[in-house]
């Protein structure tokens, strides 16, 4: 029996910067590395918008989810960013489990996932000259993260107020 995870990728017809990919076996943090390097070389291609076949993954844990939502922060369009198909109910149950279930968009097939894409509006030249136009966003590179999502807190400036052994060192030899 194979203990990895199997990936298929095929890009979608119609739909730019599309790809459907099936996957087979656990999303665990055994994994969730070669996926992540999976779809790397599928974002070098190009590739923007995800359509997750998942009827084949009986297990998902925290990595695996929190890299899922990663990914569809990274690529910047929310729940546009990745379709989920076929979660099974195991499945199901971590997601709810950790308030995520309605982080993604789901479909019901490949099919209606590519044609919910092939739908969608077009970004218009206006949006588009605008987002070019904001500044960039402030990158906070950080080690871990600081929930069980894996979304890092905001950075802040503020220094905390000392503790109370610092407290009274102070007090007893001063600065």
Request: glycine share 8%; proline share 7%.
């Amino acid at each position: 029996m194979e203990s990895g995870l199997g990936i298929d990728a095929q890009a979608v017809d119609g739909v730019a910067g599309a790809c459907a990919v099936t996957l087979k076996g656990p999303l665990d943090a055994r994994t969730v590395m070669s996926f992540k390097a999976d779809i790397a070389r599928l974002q070098e291609r190009g590739v923007s918008r995800f359509i997750l076949d998942m009827s084949d993954v009986k297990f998902v844990n925290s990595t695996g989810l929190s890299y899922l939502i990663n990914l569809s922060e990274s690529l910047g369009e929310g729940r546009q960013a990745v379709t989920l198909v076929g979660v099974q109910p195991k499945v199901r149950i971590v997601f709810d489990t950790m308030s995520v279930g309605d982080f993604f968009r789901t479909a019901p097939s490949v099919n209606a996932a590519i044609q919910a894409l092939q739908k969608e509006p077009k970004p218009k030249p206006a949006m588009a000259a605008a987002a070019a136009a904001s500044p960039p966003a402030r990158v906070v590179k950080r080690d871990h993260s600081t929930t069980k999502t894996g979304r890092v807190s905001p950075p802040t400036d503020v220094k905390p107020p000392p503790g109370l052994f610092t407290r009274i060192w102070r007090k007893l030899f001063g600065r």
